[in-house]
């Protein structure tokens, strides 16, 4: 089913930094459909992250309009729908490994009963189970990506957005995480997003947008 | 000259990218600087003044009672010789049988009184000992009771019955007055001897005439009359402290008992009066232990609570500086940057606080700004080094304990301290409870009344007690919170009794658990200053 996940018209979107003002999206026009896989490409500052900033309603564009048919308005938007990970795996100090991951279950509108087994599962898959009662200050750079990939697809979310998610890991590693969010997509008919500067990450996405100074080209 | 301008731009930075931390940090130096600044002011100058402030209204320094057939002149010399300015005034006392007036048809009569013999000065050296009421300026004066004893008013006739079998003499009263002093002026000498409430029968008369109507009875029965100069003194070089001062009282006294020896008895108001002051400065000083101690105690483990917050991003960085080769002693010199200016800009604040409270209530606190001076020196250097306390400490222990890679890691430390291996909480809780119990077992009491006299008796071992119930309550309190939050937080969660949390109350209660010794602390840190309340509430009522 070819259904449309987010819509952006015209969306533009600026910086101000005292009387400075940068263009970090301008008149961006895009759509993600359920099942796309999409690599958005582009030099550093070209605007990648703030386009899946707004995407996942993290950020209001200045101009233009979002729109999420099938996930509802912005302020329902939950784990359950988007999953995301960040350049900085931005884990909870104070919380397991598991206990981050089953987290983000337990925020969402799913049942209680399902978090921990849903958070093994997934921890599993990623090779993390002999890690589960580690704090994240324990844990390697590398680990702490791969838990916050986990933290990103336990929910299975309907759309996966990752901002340069592989680009403090070892190719071998990078690679297998990319394995671990394909999979979740195709397992759960989701989108995957993924802004990236690795091509050969890039690559394994059917649709590459690539963006210059702001606009997609 | 390079690593200076790192410092400057280090500062500069800090200013500009942390400026709430900083002036959060600020702040609760600065308030805790104005409390010790001011307490201390306070409590400075109400010693040091209070010592003026009791003597100024003595109504009688000094009381010589000279012995019969002494020369009166001999002591005055006396005195003169001690005090030049001093001013005196002999004053006639004669103790008679009884007074006796006729109004119309009826005769009243009073038990035994006083004649006073006054000179016409004696009210303008001592304004306080004889209040003009009705009549005249000078004369025959009853006292005011006196009068309704015997349902006399001016122009009446008394007849003053004399000791020693001498006849009575009969006098006109030209006006009625009031002994406001009556205690000082009629007191017995020497003080302690015979002690009793002054009598209500008195008469006073011109000296002159005293002298002439009780010469005979000064004679015929020395003990019932006697002659006292009376002094006021101008004490130039009174010493300011209380306990100066009446060592100082003393040693003039003893001057004074050593030239006039053999001629009279003196009682001394003065010495009196600075004994009482001494214990009016000890209360004072108890207050300041007992109220404002706890007040800075808990405003300073605030202040290093405050400052100490910033510890986990502080870390952070210097182990970021350590990467990239700063020294220990380069990352300790940034370090004290930040504290620096914590530290001086809570101390200006600070400064500025306690003088504009001093300004404000200047009428109710009366700190002198000369007098704050030191106080604020003393806060201020306290300030400065309570910010390098809390900031400089950790990175000290940091950089000389942790390598780089544990400098950088947020951990969640749960080995057990060693207060809470040895049980100090419960030790100090037994040693305030056995202090305590030995404190009411003796009936010891800080406020003492004999005779409705208060008097203040200060044991300082009684201290110990609360100062060891504070500290064991607030260890106490971090063991008990700790322990709850490390072992009764996941059972609870367990039964999902926390009604706020829902589903997430596993979660919540895990992260809190590992967060208990700050949780603990903040905890703690309230149980002190109820401790501290409780502890004051009951040193008030009692």
Same mark, same amino acid.
């Given at each position: 089913?070819?259904?449309?996940?987010?819509?952006?018209?015209?969306?533009?979107?600026?910086?101000?930094?005292?009387?400075?003002?940068?263009?970090?999206?301008?008149?961006?026009?895009?759509?993600?459909?359920?099942?796309?896989?999409?690599?958005?490409?582009?030099?550093?500052?070209?605007?990648?992250?703030?386009l899946l900033h707004l995407v996942a309603g993290l950020d209001r564009p200045t101009s233009g309009v979002i729109r999420w048919p099938a996930l509802g308005s912005e302020t329902e938007l939950r784990p359950d729908q988007i999953g995301l990970v960040f350049q900085m795996p931005s884990l909870l100090p104070a919380l397991t490994v598991l206990e981050n991951v089953e987290l983000c279950w337990l925020l969402s509108k799913k049942h209680e009963a399902g978090a921990h087994a849903a958070a093994l599962e997934v921890l599993e898959k990623l090779g993390l189970s002999a890690i589960v009662d580690k704090l994240p200050g324990e844990l390697s750079g590398g680990q702490m990506q791969r838990v916050a990939a986990a933290r990103a697809v336990v929910c299975r979310p309907r759309l996966i957005l990752a901002d340069e998610a592989t680009g403090q890991l070892d190719s071998a590693t990078a690679k297998r995480l990319i394995e671990v969010l394909l999979d979740s997509a195709a397992n759960s008919g989701?989108?995957?997003?993924?802004?990236?500067?690795?091509?050969?990450?890039?690559?394994?996405?059917?649709?590459?947008?690539?963006?210059?100074?702001?606009?997609?080209? | 000259m390079s690593f200076l301008r790192v410092l400057f731009s280090w500062a500069v930075s800090l200013v500009k990218r942390r400026p709430a931390r900083l002036v959060g940090a600020m702040i609760g130096i600065s308030l805790a600087l104005a409390l010790l600044a001011c307490l201390g002011s306070f409590i400075d100058s109400s010693v040091r003044t209070m010592? @003026?402030? /009791?003597?100024? @209204?003595?109504p009688i320094d000094w009381q010589i009672q000279l012995n019969s057939g002494t020369d009166e002149e001999a002591?005055?010399?006396?005195?003169?010789?001690?005090?030049? &300015?001093?001013?005196?005034?002999?004053?006639?006392?004669?103790?008679? #049988? /009884?007074?006796?007036? =006729?109004?119309?048809?009826?005769?009243?009569?009073?038990? $035994?009184?006083?004649?006073?013999?006054?000179?016409?000065?004696? @009210? =303008?050296? %001592? #304004?306080?000992?004889?209040?003009?009421?009705?009549?005249?300026?000078?004369?025959v004066f009853a006292a005011q009771q006196t009068a309704a004893n015997l349902h006399i008013s001016v122009g009446d006739t008394v007849t003053i019955e004399r000791a020693g079998g001498l006849p009575a003499v009969e006098v006109t009263i030209n006006g009625i007055i009031s002994l406001p002093g009556a205690s000082t002026i009629l007191q017995r000498i020497p003080v302690g001897a015979n002690p009793g409430a002054p009598s209500d029968n008195v008469l006073v008369l011109p000296i002159e005439v005293w002298r002439y109507l009780f010469s005979q009875q000064l004679e015929a029965q020395p003990d019932s009359a006697h002659f006292q100069v009376h002094v006021h003194t101008t004490p130039n070089n009174l010493p300011a402290t209380p306990d100066e001062a009446y060592a100082w009282e003393l040693q003039r006294a003893h001057h004074l008992e050593l030239s006039t020896a053999g001629h009279g008895v003196l009682a001394d108001n003065f010495a009196t009066r600075l004994a009482s002051v001494r214990g009016d400065a000890l209360y004072a000083k108890v207050l300041f232990l007992f109220l404002g101690l706890p007040g800075l105690t808990v405003a300073t483990l605030l202040t290093l609570g405050i400052a100490g917050s910033g510890a986990v991003r502080r870390r952070q960085q210097q182990a970021l500086l350590r990467t990239r080769g700063a020294s220990v002693g380069m990352v300790l010199n940034l370090a004290s940057a930040e504290a620096v200016l914590v530290g001086l800009g809570g101390g200006l604040l600070g400064a500025a606080l306690a003088l504009i409270v001093s300004r404000v209530f200047k009428a109710a606190l009366g700190i002198p700004l000369t007098g704050m001076i030191g106080w604020l020196s003393i806060a201020f250097c306290a300030g400065l080094f309570l910010a390098l306390t809390?900031?400089?400490? #950790?990175?000290? +222990?940091?950089?000389?304990? &942790?390598?780089?890679?544990?400098?950088?890691?947020?951990? %969640?430390?749960? $080995? =057990?301290?060693?207060?809470?291996?040895?049980?100090?909480?419960?030790?100090?809780? $037994?040693?305030?409870?056995?202090?305590?119990?030995?404190?009411? &077992?003796?009936?010891?009491?800080?406020?003492?009344?004999?005779?409705?006299?208060?008097?203040?008796?200060? +044991?300082?071992? $009684? %201290?110990?007690?609360?100062?060891?119930?504070?500290?064991?309550?607030?260890?106490?309190?971090?063991?008990?919170?700790? %322990?709850?939050?490390?072992r009764g937080l996941p059972l609870v969660a367990k039964i999902r009794l926390p009604p706020f949390a829902g589903k997430l109350s596993r979660i919540i209660a895990a992260s809190l658990a590992r967060q208990r010794r700050a949780l603990s602390r903040a905890m703690a840190l309230v149980a002190l200053a109820v401790s501290f309340a409780v502890s004051t509430a009951i040193f008030n009522a009692t």
């Open positions: 089913m070819n259904e449309l996940l987010v819509s952006l018209d015209n969306v533009s979107h600026y910086y101000r930094h005292g009387q400075v003002e940068t263009a970090a999206l301008d008149n961006v026009s895009c759509q993600i459909m359920a099942n796309a896989r999409v690599a958005v490409v582009g030099p550093s500052g070209s605007g990648k992250s703030t989701a989108a995957l997003v993924v802004a990236t500067h690795d091509l050969d990450v890039a690559n394994r996405m059917t649709t590459q947008w690539r963006l210059v100074h702001g606009r997609l080209e | 010592t @003026n402030r /009791s003597v100024a @209204n003595l002591v005055r010399t006396a005195v003169r010789q001690l005090d030049p &300015s001093a001013a005196l005034e002999t004053v006639g006392y004669a103790d008679v #049988p /009884s007074l006796e007036a =006729k109004t119309g048809e009826t005769v009243q009569m009073t038990g $035994a009184a006083v004649v006073l013999g006054l000179s016409h000065q004696y @009210n =303008k050296t %001592f #304004p306080q000992e004889v209040a003009p009421m009705l009549g005249a300026d000078h004369g809390a900031v400089l400490l #950790p990175a000290w +222990h940091e950089a000389r304990r &942790s390598t780089i890679t544990a400098t950088r890691t947020l951990w %969640f430390i749960s $080995a =057990k301290p060693l207060w809470r291996r040895v049980w100090l909480d419960v030790v100090l809780l $037994a040693v305030a409870a056995i202090d305590l119990w030995w404190m009411a &077992s003796t009936g010891y009491q800080l406020v003492l009344a004999p005779e409705g006299v208060s008097s203040v008796s200060v +044991h300082y071992e $009684a %201290f110990a007690g609360p100062f060891c119930l504070w500290i064991g309550t607030m260890l106490l309190t971090l063991r008990i919170f700790g %322990f709850m939050l490390e």
